[in-house]
C-alpha cells in the first residue's frame, strides 16, 4: 500500500480512500499497524484541518439515531461535512447495533457531505478507543467539520468518547416522574450540553421538566473556571420535528469558540493526547502478558500458586524478573 | 532480622512478634519486602493453621465498631481467638477513622484473646491488598480462629475484601422507607450474609422489614450452585443488644463447613490465590512506569505528545521498545 499517496486522496476528499483508510487503522495486524502508523503521521504532517469533535451520549430508546440524522442534516444544510463513528465496545456481540443505526440514518447516509461510519467489531474498549481516535484524525484530515463520535454508554465508554472530544453531549429522554433518570454523576460532570430529546407531541410537558430538573441538577455541580458561566447546560430539542437543533449547535459552537479564544480548546486536545500516550503505555504493557513466553509461564505459575507450592507475591515476582529481561 | 526466629516466635504466640511482623509487612522499603517475603514462605513452611477469613463490609453509620466489639467478645468468649484488620485506602487522608474504632473497640482491644490492627496508612489500594493479604497470613500462623477484614467500602475495597475472604459479610442499618439503601448489586452479589443491625428498640420493626426486603433481592440473584439452597440470607441482629450475633457465628460456621466437605473452601482460596497473583503482576508491571529512566522519559514524551510534535501512539512505542530492553 502507498501510505503516501492514499494520505493524499484522503486530503482531497476521495471517499473511498477514506474509508479504506479507516478498515487499516480498524485492523490489529502487526503489518497493518505499522502502515497505519505511517499514514497518521503523514497526514498530520501534510494537514492541520481540525473538526469540532462532538462526544454525544445516550442510551437506547433516547432517538439517538433520529437526533443525528436530524441534527447532521441540519449540520450539512448549512453547508457543513459531517462525519459520524461509533465507540460500542458490544457491537461484537449485539451483532451490529450501529449497522442498524445505519439504515435507519437513511437520509444522512444517502447525504454526499456525511459520512457514517459503523463501530469496529471489537469487544476491547482499548483497541475500540484508539481506533476510533485515529479514525477521527483522518475525518478531520479529509475535511470534516463536525465529527460526531457516538455511543450508547456502556462501561466505560462515556470516558473514552468524552476522552476524545472537544465538546461532550448527553442526548436524554423525558422522564417519567421528577426523579432524574439514574445518570450517573460522573456521566452528568463530563457533559457540556445536555439535550433532552422528544420534546414533541404528548411528551413536550414532560420533556421541559426534565430539562428543568437537570439545570438544576447542573447548578449544584462544580464550577468550571474555564468555560462561561451559563454552561454546562440543559435544552430540550425534537429531533422529529426538527426543532431546537440550530439553537443546540449555536450554544455548542459559542462554547467552542469561547474555549479556542481562551486556549482551553487547544490545552484539552493537549490534555488528551497526553492521556491517550499514558493509556497505550498501560494497554501494552498488559497485552505482553498474552504474549509467549509470558503467557505460558503465567498459566505455570498460577497453577503452582492455586495448588499452594509458592505464594502469589514469589511467583509474581518470578513473571516480573522474565519480563524485564525481555 | 533473624527472620527464622521471628517466624518461630509467631507461630508460638508472641503478640509483640505479631505486631513487628505486620509492620515489616506494610513497610515498602525494598530490604523489608523481601524479609517479608522470607517470613511468609517459612511461615508457610512451618505452619498449615487455617482461620475462618470473614470479611465485614459496613458503611459509617451502621454500627460496625460496635458490632465487632460485641461479636469479637461472643466469639473469644468461646474460647476461639479473634484478629480484627482492616482495609480502608482512605485512611491516609481521612486522619485514621480505624484508630478511632479501636479506642471504640474498648473490651476487644483488652481482651488477651483478640487482636486489633489499624488500616496500613496507605492511599493505594494495590498496596493495601498485598499489606492485608500478607497481615492475614501472619495472624493465621500465629493461632487465631477467625480473622475479620473489614472495610467501609470506598471504592473497589469490598472486591479487595471479598477477594481475601471465606465468607463476606454485608452489615446494614435499617432503611427508612421500603427502599433498599442503594446498595450496589454488585456488593450484594458478593454477600455470603447480610446483616441488618440495629434491631432493638425503636428501629426493631425497620430492621425487620428491612431484613425482609434483602432478604427478597437475595432470592433475586443468581443461585450459586456451589452452596446450599438456602445462602446467601439476611438476618437481623443487635449489636447494642448483642442478639442474634451466636445465631450469625452459626450461620457462619454451617456455610463454611459445607464448602469444607465439598471442596468449595480449598477451591476458593484457590481461585484467590491465582487472583492475586494476576494482580501482583499487572501491579508490578505498571509500577515500572514510575521508576527511572521510565519515568523521565513518560514525562519528556508525554510534552511532546501534548504539543503534537509527535502522536500518542509513537511516543507509547518509543517508551515500550525501551521498556522491553530492560
Same mark, same amino acid.
Given at each position: ?7 493524499? %486522496?484522503?486530503?482531497? !476528499? ?14 490489529? #495486524? ?16 501534510? =494537514?492541520?484541518?481540525? *473538526? ?8 437506547? $430508546? ?8 436530524s441534527?447532521g442534516m441540519m449540520?450539512t ?9 461509533? &465507540?460500542?465496545? =458490544? ?11 445505519? +439504515?435507519?440514518?437513511?437520509?444522512l ?29 483522518? /475525518? ?6 463536525? &465529527?460526531?463520535?457516538?455511543?450508547? !454508554? &456502556? !462501561?466505560? =465508554? ?18 417519567? !416522574?421528577?426523579?432524574?433518570? $439514574? ?13 433532552? @430529546? ?10 421541559? #421538566?426534565? /430539562? ?40 455548542? +459552537?459559542?462554547?467552542?469558540?469561547? #474555549?479556542?479564544? @481562551? ?23 498488559? *497485552? ?6 509470558? %503467557? ?31
Amino acid at each position: 500500500m502507498d501510505i503516501e499517496q492514499l494520505s493524499d %486522496k484522503i486530503i482531497a !476528499g476521495d471517499r473511498r480512500s477514506l474509508a479504506r483508510a479507516i478498515t487499516l487503522v480498524e485492523s490489529s #495486524r502487526a503489518d497493518h499497524r505499522e502502515q497505519a502508523a505511517d499514514l497518521i503521521e503523514a497526514l498530520a504532517r501534510k =494537514s492541520d484541518r481540525q *473538526a469540532i469533535r462532538i462526544g454525544l451520549s445516550g442510551t437506547p $430508546g433516547v432517538g439517538k439515531s433520529t437526533f443525528i440524522e436530524s441534527f447532521g442534516m441540519m449540520l450539512t444544510g448549512q453547508g457543513l461535512k459531517v462525519a459520524v463513528l461509533a &465507540v460500542d465496545p =458490544s457491537s461484537a456481540r449485539s451483532g451490529g447495533s450501529i449497522l442498524g443505526d445505519k +439504515t435507519r440514518m437513511e437520509r444522512l447516509s444517502r447525504d454526499p457531505n456525511a459520512f457514517i461510519r459503523p463501530s469496529p467489531s471489537q469487544s476491547h474498549l482499548g483497541g475500540v478507543a484508539r481506533r476510533t481516535r485515529e479514525a477521527v484524525a483522518l /475525518c478531520e484530515a479529509a475535511g470534516f467539520d463536525v &465529527v460526531l463520535i457516538e455511543t450508547v !454508554g &456502556v !462501561g466505560q =465508554s462515556e470516558t473514552v468518547v468524552a476522552e476524545m472530544s472537544d465538546l461532550f453531549i448527553l442526548l436524554l429522554a423525558p422522564a417519567g !416522574g421528577d426523579e432524574l433518570q $439514574g445518570v450517573k454523576r460522573g456521566i452528568m460532570e463530563m457533559a457540556d450540553i445536555i439535550l433532552v @430529546n422528544k420534546a414533541d407531541g404528548d411528551l413536550k410537558p414532560a420533556a421541559m #421538566r426534565t /430539562c428543568a430538573d437537570y439545570a438544576g441538577a447542573l447548578r449544584l455541580l462544580r464550577k468550571r473556571p474555564q468555560d462561561p458561566a451559563e454552561f454546562p447546560k440543559a435544552m430540550t430539542v425534537s429531533a422529529l420535528e426538527e426543532n431546537g437543533l440550530a439553537k443546540a449547535w449555536e450554544e455548542m +459552537t459559542t462554547l467552542t469558540d469561547w #474555549r479556542r479564544d @481562551n486556549g482551553h480548546f487547544t490545552g484539552r486536545r493537549a490534555a488528551q493526547a497526553e492521556y491517550w500516550f499514558g493509556q497505550e503505555v498501560r494497554q501494552g504493557l498488559l *497485552a505482553r502478558l498474552e504474549r509467549e513466553p509470558v %503467557k505460558g509461564m503465567m498459566t505455570h505459575l498460577g497453577a503452582q500458586v492455586a495448588s499452594g507450592q509458592t505464594t502469589p507475591t514469589a511467583a509474581a515476582a518470578e513473571i516480573l524478573a522474565l519480563m524485564q529481561q525481555g
